[in-house]
């Protein structure tokens, strides 16, 4: 049983690996051709706006049919909604349109499939995997994204530079068709539960409002969410600025801009790994709150090295990307942990719409923030104010109280299985 969840989860990571990674050079093939054709703060904020406002919009009613539909499927489903959706944009571009609003459309589609294949994936690891291993297999999730978001940039970047965006375009669909062919090899089971409900629009609505209850009714969860909410309000906007920072305040190009997501990869590569080697017994709470208050100082610091010090950004962003990594598998495993399986679509869709849903406000006064006070003041501002979210975290006795026992649930479960 223990190597059959094992091969199971490599088949599936191998094809997800592929798809990342060609993913990964797609985004940031378009994030090249957005900064170097506009130069504009605007542009990029409105692209990830594009990004993010469907999925956060219909995220709460996707997880309602995740955890009602065969997971298996429907990640099949929303990798090939995707792939056709990029297929169908590369053509347009290969035609000669070529307008921002084109770029906006392809972004925004792309959302909808991962409204529902990211969920989807997330609430699957619970089913495959003992309890024990859910903070080992996040770590190694995030090594897998790691070393996407490495390879990403240094492939997205060859790419653009040998051919138009649209042909670039295409590599997103080669790295879906390798990722539903993974997935067809494996079984992924599902809940029991909701298997012969109807899905009427009643019905939808009242398992949502389970889903809602799920997180209302356990405190820890809640304060959980809310202070990643303010985290992700003042992360998002900051996110955006880094090829702006990297062109404008450090005069790099083509190179810089690249190098900067390579390490920032480089850094989630070795929060992973240290996640997925060890298996900290620390309180998981106490990890994620840490690792606000570092990416804080990461941030702020970045905005206050002056235009000749880009080596030092670039130390910076690797201890960002160490940060970022540990705090999301944390995060995730203490859902997988604390969550009725049955319920997981729907608490992920719903996280991913609460946090991202403040962070476009955030991302909307993006342009004219930068414009007005500058590039590196607002990374000096917002990244002091993640990191005073995260030490905030530390006063909340519930929230501290949920990390304990968490952390005790899976030392339990270990013993058990010894």
Known sequence: MQHSWKRTFAIIWSGQFISLLSSSAVNFAIIIWLSLETGSAEVLAYAAIAAILPQTLIGPFAGVYIDRWDRKRTMIAADGFIALCTLAMSVLFYIGYSELIFIYILLALRSVGSAFHMPAMQASVPLLAPESELLRIGGINQMIQSVSNIGGPALGALAIGLMDIGYVLLLDIIGAVVAISSLLLVHIPNPQKMSEQ????????????????????????????????????????????????????????????????????????????????????????????????????????????????????????????????????????????????????????????????????????????????????????????????????FFVPVLMKLGVKANQSVEETAQETI
């Open 198 to 393: 109807q899905a009427g629009a009643k019905q939808v609505l009242r398992d949502l409002k389970l889903g809602i209850d799920a997180v209302s009714s356990n405190k820890g969860i809640s304060w959980l969410f809310l202070f990643s909410v303010l985290a992700m309000f003042c992360i998002m906007p900051v996110a955006v600025l880094f090829p702006l920072l990297t062109l404008q305040h450090f005069g790099g190009g083509k190179f810089e801009m690249s190098l900067i997501e390579v390490v920032w990869g480089v850094g989630m590569l070795v929060g992973g790994g240290l996640l997925g080697i060890f298996k900290p017994s620390l309180n998981k709470v106490v990890i994620i709150n840490s690792t606000y208050v570092v990416l804080g100082i990461t941030l702020g610091a970045s905005g206050l090295i002056p235009g000749n010090g880009f080596v030092f950004f670039v130390g910076l962003t690797v201890v960002g990307g160490i940060s970022a990594a540990i705090n999301n598998a944390s995060f995730t495993t203490i859902l997988q942990e604390k969550i009725d399986p049955a319920m997981l679509g729907r608490v992920f869709s719903m996280y991913f719409s609460i946090a991202l849903l403040p962070s476009m406000i955030g991302l909307l006064s993006t342009g004219f923030i930068a414009d007005s006070i500058g590039i590196t003041l607002t990374f000096v501002i917002l990244g002091s104010a993640v990191g005073v979210v995260g030490i905030a975290s």
